[in-house]
């Protein structure tokens, strides 16, 4: 195990360029993985790392880091400097290192402590004060409110984004409401999400656990809480089980008085359907049909919205090379491939009755919108990506934009939003297959009007 601290003036120097580093630091997987081979860094460390969506980001969370890494971090990360060709900044860091060894004898670093300095107070404040993030836990105030950055990219836990659900505004509620779907019940609506993790092995052989499953179901669970809908979550449920509990859910009577629902499907797939545990398939059409205006009358007129974490098929997207474009995008971290096999299944069929009177009449479906996980092309249906740690990438930009941005964007919006983020991700797991992996996410939408959400925000009348 690595002792906790780094020599006083390594942790200075590190301190006193990262101004510096930050900027040109290149944070690659040869440095990494020179960090990970002399143990500094372990493979957790390294994923959530390179997971960060900017090249300042990457640099600004390994300079977190290495203070708490022990002794022997600086000159490890000064070795792999030189084996990256960054010699430039090796030099800066070993000759501030020699400098700050010599000036600063009065510096006492304590854990979890600012610093106390032995010299004077404009001296303290000199070394405290950088428009920067610190490079070390040390110099911050242990019981400091933590920011959506610092949540966002912590080095010390494998948890997904989970600031709060911003709130739409007043204002911006009056301005949009009347163009948009009626979304001022309380709650919202109700929510069903079915999360298969386990599958049975007899029954299902060929279908390996959704690793970092468990945790996509809490993440769902939270934020459309915090969107004021009603949550029921079911585990591991065979084919027909998921069947009698969507049926179960469509029928409600309490749909009549809330404006919307929610249904979230994560399960290995291909395209058209999801795997139950027993290994069979649930059509995606006979899910939709059920809450159609002809089978769920209650949600007439309703925004109805799914969204379905599975595979559409077995073929990964390994990526083309952009023209003209950056060398590489950012790779967040070591995913997992969440694929099924192929299979196939009939949609049972259903009629409407006739109404006696005139009415307006309305399609058979409508105000739907879908996010798929993956894409369905005209040659091929591609796999869908999951992290074991952090849950699949598509439920990932899905709760970090409905907490960011459904404040004042429209869901069709925020779905273009996910996929432009979906698109800039790419796989890191050197040696594996899955290595520079890619994902495309897509949504389909009978939508009629703007839905927002307006979250937080409780009408008055």
């Not at 959704?210 to 939270?222: A, M, S, W």
């Not at 007129?301 to 974490?309: A, D, E, G, L, S």
Request: net charge negative.
């Amino acid at each position: 195990m690595l002792e906790c601290g780094m020599l006083d003036r390594d942790r200075l120097a590190l301190k006193t360029c990262s101004t510096i580093l930050c900027k040109q630091l290149v944070v690659d997987e040869l440095l990494i993985q020179s960090l990970q081979a002399d143990e500094i860094l372990t493979e957790a460390m390294a994923e959530n790392i390179m997971a960060a969506q900017t090249s300042q980001k990457r640099s600004w969370c390994l300079l977190l880091l290495l203070p708490k890494r022990g002794p022997r971090a600086f000159s490890s990360f000064c070795t792999a400097l030189q084996e990256t060709q960054q010699q430039h900044l090796y030099e800066l860091l070993t000759q501030s290192s020699e400098k700050d060894g010599k000036e600063t004898p009065g510096v006492i670093f304590r854990p979890e402590e600012e610093p106390v300095m032995a010299t004077t107070e404009k001296k303290r404040e000199r070394f405290i004060d950088s428009s920067l993030p610190l490079p070390t836990q040390e110099v911050v105030a242990a019981k400091r409110a933590r920011t959506q950055e610092s949540m966002e990219f912590s080095l010390d836990a494998d948890s997904p984004i989970n600031t709060p659900v911003l709130p739409c505004s007043p204002d911006f509620y009056l301005s949009n409401c009347h163009q948009s779907y009626r979304m001022n019940s309380s709650p919202r609506g109700f929510a069903l999400v079915i999360s298969n993790v386990t599958f049975d092995p007899c029954a299902a052989p060929d279908l390996d656990p959704r690793k970092g499953g468990e945790v996509d179901e809490e993440v769902l669970r939270k934020v459309f809480t915090e969107l004021d809908y009603v949550l029921t979550v079911h585990r591991d449920l065979t084919a027909q089980g998921m069947k009698a509990c969507i049926e179960e859910f469509s029928r409600r009577p309490g749909h009549q008085t809330m404006d919307s629902c929610v249904v979230c499907l994560l399960s290995h797939g291909v395209e058209g359907a999801i795997y139950g545990t027993d290994g069979r398939l649930l059509q995606l059409d006979w899910v939709f049909e059920s809450f159609d205006n002809a089978h769920c009358p209650l949600l007439q007129n309703k925004p109805k919205m799914f969204f379905i974490q599975a595979c559409r098929g077995e073929e990964m997207d390994c990526g083309v090379e952009q023209m003209d474009g950056p060398g590489r995008t950012c790779s967040p971290s070591c995913e997992q491939r969440d694929a099924g096999r192929e299979g196939q299944g009939d949609a049972s069929a259903r009629q409407s009755g006739d109404m006696r009177r005139t009415r307006i009449k309305l399609p058979q479906r409508s105000d739907m919108i879908c996010g798929f996980a993956s894409l369905k092309g005209q040659s091929i249906c591609t796999a869908a990506m999951r992290n074991t740690k952090r849950g699949s990438w598509f439920v990932q930009e899905l709760n970090k934009m409905l907490r960011h941005r459904a404040r004042d964007t429209h869901l069709a919006d925020i779905m273009v939003q996910v996929n432009r983020h979906i698109k800039e991700r790419e796989g890191y797991a050197p040696g594996t297959a899955h290595h520079r992996c890619k994902e495309m996410s897509e949504f389909t939408s009978s939508l009629c009007k703007d839905l927002y959400l307006f979250p937080k925000y409780q009408s008055q009348y």
